[in-house]
């Protein structure tokens, strides 16, 4: 479990540098990554923040990480919604809960310019999707249309896997894949209009092909809602050449 004090989340600091710790911690004291207050240990919540997180735990689907209100007895269950439409992805993975706790967090990384929340937020993708890391040859985020970006300055997607290739020791392919059109916000639209809103939208580039041919991908988003957007790279990964891709986001929906 994740606790507000880990001291896995500590800056690493070896040798004769250790003694430089309490000069930086008074220069630049550990912050909450969600309201800035004062912690103990850099990159944890502050015990109010923590205590309104929904962290995500097993028994959940094995396909989609939605978590079971039942305990499965070990048994590897897979929810109504993959059995019915069975996602491109082999698994995907998430830290929290979709909720205003964590949306605040998600939030602010892709709106606030609070990129300093991404290294923190890829710590507990770290943990939460070590699986998946573990037989990882690529991680990918999902791309934003160059327009988007250039507005945004940042692809919140791209610090994560950064952040994220960091701590696993892996390849990050920030520019594999390209959104090749536009599309609406996602937020007012319906399921299947999701999946139709981004259709087509996203390609591998042709000089990147040789990079994925055979290779197993961790694909990186900020949130999970319908699945459609993670579902078409997928896809996208899959018909280029990927050998499986698996999904891994900071937040994902889960309906009551
Ligand atoms: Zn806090
Ligand atoms: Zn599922």
Redesign the pocket.
Known sequence: MLGPVDKRCRLALHGPMRLLRPLLDLLLPPLCPACRALVAETGTLCPDCWKGMDFLAPPF?T??G?PFSFETEGEAL??A??LDHPPPWRAARSVLRYDDSSKGLVMALKHADRTDLAPALARWMHRAGADLLEGCDLIVPVPLHWMRLFTRRFNQSALLAHALGRLAFKPVAPDLMTRTRRTASQGHLHRSERYDNVKGAFAVRPRQLTAITGKSVVLVDDVLTSGATASECASVLLKAGAARVDVLSVARAVLD
């Open positions: 689907c396909c989609c939605l897979v929810c919604a993959c």
